[in-house]
């Protein structure tokens, strides 16, 4: 699934409404899943680690 690049849609939770069937037991249930974010203009995420150690 792709979604739109508004900070207000996610922050109101549609990738949880969007999603929620999936997590439902039965044959179409996931077993990951993922979001990618680059961030806010006020959030930086350049201090951020991506992996146990990172820098």
């Known amino acids: 699934m ?19 069937p999936y997590f439902r037991p039965g044959p179409g249930r996931v077993d990951l899943f993922t979001t990618v974010s680059q961030g806010r203009v006020d959030q930086s995420t350049s201090n951020t680690p991506t992996a146990p150690g990172a820098k």
């Open 2 to 20: 792709i979604f739109p690049l508004r900070w207000h849609a996610f922050a109101h939770g549609i990738v949880e409404r969007a999603l929620t």
